[in-house]
């Protein structure tokens, strides 16, 4: 089993339309959440760390749940800029392990 | 403002040669890492480095070799390149890793033949 899975998508979405997605890890021990985003041929970049609480940062919300061992990204009001890959990324132990990533695509 | 330098941006390798992907940072930051990142497998990592002259592997290890000797300085051997080795490596860094906010440099495209 992957440490980390994510729906790849894609998700097209509209502008101005909402998207979420999930992404689930395998160990419970896990410390800390983040998500990046990837532009095409581009590398990752970070988006927002993710707390125990959720947070968020403009129109990006993220939260975790510990028990079901899930991550979740919801984009408001989404923007042409938003088109990119989004990846989940879990820390355990000082490493920081990937998922393949979601990819998004807003239309105008 | 360099971040973190990794050269070459691209290699084409035939099968059975050796290379090092250089990577350099120069924000003092104690923890280094490569990641191989292929189609439909996300980043998976190789190995990485929580300060000079500690290392340690990470999920895909194998046929690569690498020294920490210099907090800046992380380079990836590859002893004996492999077609299944053809793929885009990334080098990040980042102060500790426990903050989660890696820096990467812009990748190195390589094609083993």
């Known amino acids: 089993r992957k440490e980390v899975e994510q729906d790849p998508g894609p998700f097209n979405v509209p502008e101005g339309a909402t998207v979420a997605f999930n992404c689930t890890y395998s160990?419970?021990?896990?410390?800390?959440f983040f998500w990046y985003r990837q532009d095409c041929r581009k590398e990752p970049k970070l988006l927002m760390s993710?707390?125990?609480s959720g947070n968020e940062d403009g129109r990006f919300t993220a939260q975790l749940n510990r028990a079901s061992q899930y991550i979740s990204l919801l984009i408001r009001d989404s923007k042409l800029s938003d088109s990119a890959t989004y990846l989940c990324?879990?820390?355990?132990?000082?490493?920081?392990?990937f998922g393949a990533g979601t990819t998004v695509t807003v239309r105008a | 403002n360099a971040g973190v330098t990794q050269t070459p941006k691209f290699q084409v390798l035939k099968t059975g040669q050796s290379m090092t992907l250089q990577c350099a940072q120069d924000m003092n930051h104690e923890y280094m890492s490569w990641y191989r990142q292929d189609p439909g497998m996300g980043l998976r990592l190789i190995h990485y480095?929580?300060?000079?002259?500690?290392?340690d592997q990470g999920e895909v290890p194998n046929g690569y070799n690498v020294s920490r000797s210099t907090t800046e300085d992380f380079p990836l051997r590859l002893l004996s390149a492999a077609p299944s080795q053809t793929s885009v490596y990334f080098c990040a860094s980042s102060r500790t890793v426990n903050t989660g906010e890696l820096f990467f440099g812009e990748g190195s495209r390589l094609t083993v033949l």
């Open positions: 160990n419970s021990a896990s410390q800390s």
């Open positions: 993710v707390y125990s």
């Open positions: 480095s929580v300060g000079a002259g500690i290392t």
């Open positions: 990324v879990v820390n355990s132990d000082y490493k920081l392990s």
